[in-house]
């Protein structure tokens, strides 16, 4: 059984394989949505299809909506072709419980997808008319992070970038430059409201958003490219709103033994590709089934009924709250304990660490000593039953295939939001003393520890990309394991650019030495270090 349109009229077929079909019409869906598009999302990738397309299916099953979602993909042009066109734009959905039993659907919601290369005409010209339309409501993103970024650490436009800004709009090739353009389209249209809606893990996503394409637009405008007009209109909220929204959902990379198991039911052509961008990816996504997305309610041209999707929508403030309690406190200071030293211990699964008794103690100093004293309560969810369900089921799902390697990736890039925000509320509480912090500065010992790039045996591991991977190792060069300690970390613990804070100025800095020495004083000092000071 191959996973395409034709293949669902037989229903009995996968039904008898367990797995869940949509109630509605792909077919009656693609033609009301080419007549009113109402949700473009760029950023193909997994937690897209496996969250942010099961949300729009829940609306289509429940009859709340009437339109799907189309899909773009600026970068990676073969996630396209060989996941979306391959298999008519359907996605196999494999939620993992933890006793091992898993739920198959079938998500069929994403109705067309487009690789947006404004190098294809026929592309483009779709793209605009869809962006023309004045049905559009949201178009939403998970990029990642970066996706938003046009500058470098000097301030800089990328080359990409400048290329784009330098030449003619409709010739754009930055994810940010293209969307700015099919924007102005849409704005000598008819100026129609518009949503855009970055559903990426990174604070202040909808602010990072709205900055990257003013920037482009004003650039534009300066040479004559655009108009003040056009800029303005980005301006007005209610004629282009940038919402800011937390998500939270784990999509480890696919899984061979989902993917064996598909095949056992008799599903056919469920292997991953890896793509010439280098994205692992298959047909089916594997996640786990918590997932959480809050969304600002700024919508100037009305919104789907994002709410049946099982999304909460609320003002800014619950969404800063709401993101603040995850990154901060509840959820990813956690992840990246478990990152740095789940390596240097030599596990390769998350829920393998939740086993390790020493990393499951630090994780729940982290969180509920630590964390929750300072948690920011959004209200909308409890901070103390989220954690409960992050460190007792999430983290512990031993059906879940992450990987610390995976979370270690671009930890320099974390440890100011997920530690240093923490540290910061203690140092400005009139009650709490930051010296009485222990286990956060034990994670960001533990990072440095990794950055020497040997586990806990002596053995030389790889370590996890990273872009300041070689600035920072290089500081620690001349550290070895078992050698002495000459102060080369200072310079990394007082740079402010990553905790957030001069660690050294606040006194913490020094405790974290302390720490460090002693996870470098040789073969199964990381371990002896973490009973130390989690008897």
């Not at 942010?52 to 042009?77: E, H, P, R, S």
């Not at 982290?366 to 959004?378: F, L, R």
């Not at 620690?476 to 080369?488: H, I, P, R, T």
């Not at 100025?505 to 004083?521: D, N, Q, R, S, W």
Request: hydrophobic share 40%.
């Amino acid at each position: 059984m191959k996973m395409n349109l034709q293949s669902l009229q037989d229903t009995a077929a996968w039904e008898s394989m367990g797995v869940t079909l949509p109630n509605f019409s792909p077919e009656v869906v693609l033609e009301q949505t080419n007549k009113t598009p109402k949700w473009v999302h760029f950023g193909a990738g997994n937690i897209f299809r496996g969250f942010v397309g099961k949300i729009n299916q829940k609306m289509l099953n429940a009859g709340v909506a009437d339109t799907g979602i189309i899909a773009c993909d600026a970068f990676d042009y073969d996630i396209i072709q060989k996941i979306y066109h391959d298999y008519d734009n359907l996605t196999m959905l494999v939620s993992l419980k933890p006793d091992g039993n898993t739920e198959k659907e079938i998500i069929a919601s994403i109705i067309k997808s487009y690789a947006v290369n404004t190098a294809n005409d026929a592309v483009m010209g779709e793209m605009v008319e869809i962006f023309e339309n004045p049905s559009l409501q949201m178009v939403s993103f998970t990029i990642t992070e970066k996706g938003y970024a046009i500058k470098d650490t000097s301030g800089n436009f990328l080359g990409v970038v400048a290329s784009d800004l330098a030449g003619e709009p409709k010739d754009a090739k930055h994810i940010m430059s293209i969307l700015t353009y099919l924007v102005y389209k849409r704005f000598t249209k008819k100026a129609t409201p518009l949503a855009l809606v970055s559903m990426d893990n990174c604070s202040h996503n909808g602010e990072k958003l709205q900055k990257s394409v003013l920037e482009i637009a004003k650039s534009w405008c300066a040479a004559g490219k655009m108009t003040p007009e056009f800029v303005a209109y980005l301006e007005d909220e209610s004629k282009v709103s940038f919402p800011w929204s937390m998500i939270d959902k784990i999509t480890p990379r696919p899984a061979k033994s989902v993917e064996e198991d598909l095949v056992s039911l008799g599903i056919e052509d469920m292997a991953p590709i890896i793509t010439s961008k280098n994205t692992f990816i298959a047909p089916f996504v594997n996640a786990e089934i918590p997932q959480y997305l809050v969304i600002e309610d700024k919508f100037p041209n009305g919104k789907p009924d994002l709410e049946a999707g099982g999304v909460y929508i609320t003002d800014r403030e619950t969404v800063n709250k709401t993101e603040t309690m995850k990154v901060t406190t509840c959820l990813n200071p956690l992840h990246t304990a478990l990152a740095v030293y789940g390596c240097v211990l030599g596990h390769t699964r998350i829920f393998e660490e939740m086993r390790d008794p020493e990393l499951k103690k630090l994780v729940e100093q982290i969180g509920y000593n630590e964390g929750m004293k300072v948690v920011v309560d959004p209200v909308i969810l409890s901070p103390k039953a989220f954690i409960d369900e992050v460190i007792n089921e999430r983290f512990a799902n031993p059906f879940v295939p992450d990987e610390p390697q995976r979370i270690a990736t671009d930890t320099s890039q974390k440890v100011g939001i997920r530690f240093g925000e923490t540290i910061k509320s203690f140092i400005k509480s009139e009650d709490l003393h930051v010296m009485d912090l222990t286990f956060i500065p034990l994670a960001i010992a533990g990072w440095l520890r990794y950055l020497l790039a040997v586990d806990d045996k002596g053995v030389a591991m790889q370590l996890s990309s990273d872009p300041l991977l070689e600035e920072m190792t290089g500081k620690l060069a001349s550290v070895k394991l078992g050698g002495a300690y000459s102060g080369e970390a200072k310079e990394i613990l007082s740079n402010e650019t990553i905790f957030g804070v001069d660690l050294m100025a606040c006194g913490l800095g020094e405790k974290i030495e302390g720490m460090f020495v002693e996870l470098i004083a040789g073969e199964g000092a990381v371990r002896a270090t973490l009973q130390k000071y989690l008897a």
